[in-house]
Structures are given as C-alpha cells and as structure tokens.
C-alpha cells in the first residue's frame, strides 16, 4: 500500500517570507507582461521596416514594364534588388506577368494575389516555399498602349531570416533592461521590507536579552509605527509584576499565619508537659484546640483559594442551578454546634435560578460569605435572598451582627486585610468570594439595610462573560 | 443507638469512637472497608460513619453496595480529599451528611445527633400534620401554605415532635436530642423554646400540649 500524500502548498510562517513571496510573484508577473509587449512591438516594427523595402523594390520593378508593338518587356533596374540583397541570410526572387499571365520575367512558381486590380497598390502576404516561409507583396500595373492593354503583376518574395534577426537584436536589449530594472525593483523592496521589519527584531532581542527577574519597562528605540507593541509589552509586564509582588506578600503573610499558631502550639505541648495542676493543664488544652482550629480554618481556605484559581482559568462553564446549591451551602456552611439559636431566612422567589458558572467555585465562595455571616456576625438572623435582575443574578447574605465597618470595605476583599480579633477567621473567605465573583462577571460589595443588617451582595453575569462582549 | 464507625487512622478513629460513646450509643469500630461490608450485611446499625480512604475496600464502593442493598441507614462521611467533587460525589451516592477532615469533635456530634433525629420518623421529605408542612430538605415550615419564621432550634424541636405525632417525649428526651447530655442548657430553656413555638403555630390546626409532670406532645386541634 502506497501513502498517498497530498503535497500542499504552505505559506511561508514569516511575515518577510510571506512579502518575499508576493513581490517576487509581481515583479515576475510584470517582467513577463513586459517582454510580451516588447516582443510584439519589436516583431511590428521589423515587419513593417522590411515590408517597405520589399514594397519599393517591387514598385521599381514595376515601374520598368513597358508596352511596344503589342510586346510586354520589362528591364528592372539594379537598384531594385540592391536593398533586397543586403540582407545576405536572405533568398529572393520575383515574377512578374503578362495580363494574360504568361511570365515575363523570374521564377514562375510566384502567383500574384488575386484581388484587388489597382494601379500601384502593394499587396502583402506569405507564401510557403522550399519549407521556409516568405514575405510576398504584389502589384499590378495597368498598361496601355496601341495593341497591348490590361494589368500586368508584379511579385517579389523574400525570406524572413533578416526579420528575425532583427527582432531577436531587439528583444536582446530590451530584455536586459527589463530584467535588470525588475531586479533593481526587486531587491529594493525586499530592502525596504526588512528595514520596516527591523524594530520588531530589535524588540524581541530586548525581551531575549532579559534577565527572569527583569519586569520593567523595555528600553527600546522603537518608530512610531512599533511604540503601541512596546506599550502593550510593558503594559502586561506591569501587570506581571503587579501580581507576582501581590504573590509574594500573599506567601509571607500565609507563612506568619501557618507558622504562628504552630509556634503557638509547640509551646503550649511543651508547657503541657511540664505543668503540674489538672486546672492549668485544662488550660493548656484549650489554647492547643483554639489553635488547632485556626490552622484547620486557613488549610480550608488557602485549599479553597487553590482551587478556586485553578478552576477560574481552566474550568469551563456551565448552568448552575442557584436555589439547589444555596440550600446545600447553608447545610454545610451552618455548624450544626452552633451555641445560638437562628432564624434562617432562605425563600427564593423562583424555585429555579439558572446562571452560566462553576458550581464547585460558587459554592466554595458561597460557603465562605455564609460562615463568615453565621461565625462573626448573624447573632439571632440571617437572611438570604437571590434576586433576578436584567443583566445579574444578585444573591444577597444578610445578618443583624456588627459586620464590617464601611471604612474597610474597600480592604476587605484583599486576603488577610481585615484587622482580626484573636480565635477569628484568617481573612480569605471574602477574597475568594469576590475572585470568583469576578471570574462570573460579577462583584462583590458590601452595604447597610434599612433595618441596620450587614449585607454582602454577590452578583453573577446571567450571560457569559464572552457573549456579552460580543 | 447502634453505630458503626469505619476509620483506619487509629487517632482519628479512637477520637470518633469515644465522642460517640459519650453521647450513649454503642459503637463498633472496623478499621478497613472489608470488615465495615461484612458487619454492614449481619447487623443492624442505625447511623454509619464512614471514612472514604480506606485499605481494602474505599468507602465509596462500601456506601454504593450499601445502597444497593436497598438499606436506609444514614451514612455521615468523612474526608481528608480537598476537591469538593468528592463531597458532591457521596452526596449524589447516597450519603446523608459529610465532614471535612480535620473537624470539630462538638460539631461531629451535633451531625450525628441531626442525623438520627431526621431519620427517626422515617425518610419522607415532607412531614403533613395538620395545616402544617415541614419541608426537612429545605427546612422550611408552611402554615396554611405561607412560610413561617421558625429559628433552627424550633425548627429541630418541632421535627422531634412531628416524627411521632400524639407521643409524649420528656423535657430529658427533648433535651438529649437538641443538645446532647453534656450540653449546658437546661429544662428552662426547652420551656422557653416551646412556649415560642406554639405562638408561631397559632392557626395551624395542630398544637403543641403539656402532659404535666410527663412531657410535651404535638396533636391535631
């Protein structure tokens, strides 16, 4: 069995490949149209000299018939084979006829053309002879006399060889020039191709030459036309830089809050050991389980976090059902230890609420806002409502604790922003929240009800994102 | 209350045993998934708590065969996996609840405490009494089809008493099932939460009545 391979045609991958290509097509193109043109004006301008002389030599014949006593004689000058004969590559004869087209004079193989019978009009045309193919012309002449009378034919015949001569020293020069004009052309633009192309080589050997922890704008002598390319360049390594500084003191602010409370237990565990009443001991337990749940609280979250940045750039979307999801959160996100009692308000207006999003993140955010209502702040309600407007779907937590006073509200979505009490939260439920919220085209905002609840107000894009640009 | 714990990590799995005892359950403890299946199929348990990593047999497959068997007992699950697909995934396989590792002890006893209670009068979703609707999945209350406000405590006080109808459970009995023995709160509280509940039951043909020196009980008016 043979592979039969389809051999297409690829572009080449680069723009100057690409350039190179397309130029070289035109000016092939257009040397082509030109040596065309060249050859048929070359060719007109031969036949036309040659056809003249031809013309004359066969009018001086012409002019040498004459009449007497009833005899047709001709005597043709020398002159007029002088020209014919310049042309030494050349054969030519003639022949020249009575009216009733006896041959006079010349080779008799030559017939005149038929058409038409005035005086001095030279009529051209090719014949075959000898497998060459020749110039004729033919003129008749009308002779009168006493007892001679009627039109007498003049024919010469020539081979083409001098023609073509000339054409080929014609086409030769012109060629040359064409060529070497195209060519000329040719290079030039290549030339001007690569020099406009230049700045971007130059750019890429700035980006080459850096070094990893390099982020700063490029340093670049750049032309107008490249300036937008290095803003945008510098632009994004702004913004790299932004988040890989945001990533650094994420990591040194998660180090501090793991490392502490394990610093915090290795001594309580040593104390622990050393402590001689059973009342101090107690102590020490509680501290060491205090501790223990905080670091349980930031795994979760910094897990959380993970995820949720993981899921954000790589899971696609799909409809998610909000009502369902909602009463799993305030399953799972209610402790069911809690030592006060509360009035959990959930009645969605519609019994189904779908949005395009990720439910595993949505519920991961959900989860969070909802124990950070019910852990910190809810001290007899809270009160959850998802409402459907034009362009969101805004789900709403809201308790009757003390909340987050407004100066910091603008702080509160940034992880371990938020000044903590000691035993509380470590401060990413509300970052992750509005991550996600962001990742469904939505925000995360804060605000006050008229009967003084705290309320964390989530929204999602009810289009995905991607449509709604569209 | 006969509970079988299913954990392989001995601190975890001791920990578990001894918070449940505390309670006053009995509780039996398999350490893999194939002694957990044998014991599931010759006795009769009223809660599971399953851990999902396990030698032997995964708790996964031990909840599925569970299920297989057309049992109904609740299945509390415990994981230690991150992704939550994992507590989606026991949830859609049949299991009732289910608890992040590493948990609170309190908090795993109110679970289980939840979990029988909501297992006691069966497994319907919907109890009907009266004008009374009480969504268990939703944990709403309808009276006379319009929701009312009822506060966690009330709404597992008012479950106890519409799992049986007409009995009478003792303020010890109610006390046990909301908050467990060591819990501070005392027989004045359960007056207090009941006396709340019967004003929001006003006008649902059901009423909440004391059987003085035995207990409280829930009938229809």
Redesign the interface.
Known sequence: MTAIRASRFQLPRSIFGRLRLLLATVFLVGALGALVAAWTLSRKAATDAYDQLLISSAAQISEAISAENGRYAVLPPDSAFETLAQSKDDRFFFAVRTPDGTLLTGESKLNPAAEPLRDGLPVLGYIRDDGETMRTVTIYRFIASLNAKGWCSVVVAQSLNARYHLIARLMLRIGAIIIFVGALGFLASLEAVRRALRPFDRIGYALAARRVQDTGPLEVDSPSETQALVETINHTFHRLNERLNKLQSFAGVAAHQIRTPLAALGAQAELLLIDKTAQSRRTRVERIRAH??KL?RLT?QL?GQA?VSYRTDRIAHQEVELVELM?HV??DA?????DR???????PATPRIHVPGDD?SL??ALVNLVNNAVTHGAS?ALRVRIDEEPRHIRISIADDGPGIPPELWSAATEPFQLPRAEGEGVGLGLSIAADVAKAHGGTLAFARTAEGFFEIRLTIARSAPLEKAA | MRILVVEDTPDVGEGVVESLEAMGHAVDWARDGKTADEWLRDSNYQLVVLDLMLPGLDGLTLLKRLRERRSETPVLVLTAR????DR?GSLDLGAD?YM?K?F?F??L???V??LLRRHSGGRAIELRYGNLVFDR????VRINDV?A??????LSLLEILLARPTMVFSKAQLLDQLFGFSAEPTENNIEVLITRLRRKLAGSGVEITAQRGVGYRIVET
Not at chain 2, 137 to 140: E, I, K, N, P, Q
């Open positions: 223990l749940a349980s979760n897990l995820m009463r305030l399953r209610i402790p069911e230890s809690l009692d509360l009035a959990v308000e959930f009645e595993i519920r991961e007899t | 991150s992704a939550i697909d989606i609840d992040v590493p609170d309190r908090e006893q109110a679970r405490r939840s999945s939703a944990r709403t929701p406000k009822l506060t966690r405590r009330e």
